[in-house]
């Protein structure tokens, strides 16, 4: 009578743990940046991303607020403090995603999701995690389900409700999924013929973005169900016949 709850093996759980302590850090190093953005622009100074990029961009914020003409000591004590902990937290971050990359080397899921166009080790390797063992998932309709991308249906007397999905699952692997979508919108020069992007561009025009992606994410796990499940690479062409498709 009790639902089975599906355990990962000591490995996997510590990736896991990895991947959200670098989560954390990444959250840390833009709540840092919205300080410095903040404490700039009340001087009028705009900054952009760039700025960030590097160690000497960002000491060359400060050397800008100590030439403003109502630059006080106590700003840029503030600016200076700020900007040692944005590159502390940028450094230990690089570490971590060093170890990442160590430990899933030779992690044949990981390697396999990198070869969708767009997708790197971080966004890869997190799939990789909380997916498990795509065995324990019988369709592509419960691995969808499991990513929380599926709709909540509802049925009553007077009919069916679809609404939004359901974000059952782990938030991870959701967020992950979006971000694989993203990453191949970036480079969607290369997939002009691709379906998923034409539906994206399609849908766009009707829904809006967000959920245009969110409906690309659920297309995108049933080619990654596949990839994972046939232990093959991404492939452009199988995507264009329907191979992907006809493989679920």
Known sequence: MIPESYLCD??????????????DLVSLIVKTKNKVYALLRGYGMQTTAAQ??????????????????LYTERAAKTLKMLLDTLTALIEQAKEYEALIDEFTLEDENTNLLKTIPGVGRITSSTISAYVGDINRF??????????????????SNEGVYIGHITKNGPTELRMNMVHVVMGMLRVQRRLQNVSLIIDYARMKKLKGSGKSIIAIARKLSRIIYVMLKTKTAFDVDKLIQGEYEAAS
């Open 138 to 155: 019988e369709t592509y309709k419960q691995f969808a389900a499991y990513c929380g991308l599926t709709p909540f249906v509802k049925l």
């Open 10 to 23: 000591q490995p996997t759980e510590e990736l896991r743990k990895l991947l959200s302590e670098r989560a």
């Open 52 to 69: 960030f990029q590097s160690e000497r961009k960002r000491q060359q914020l400060l050397i800008g607020l100590e030439n403003h003409p």
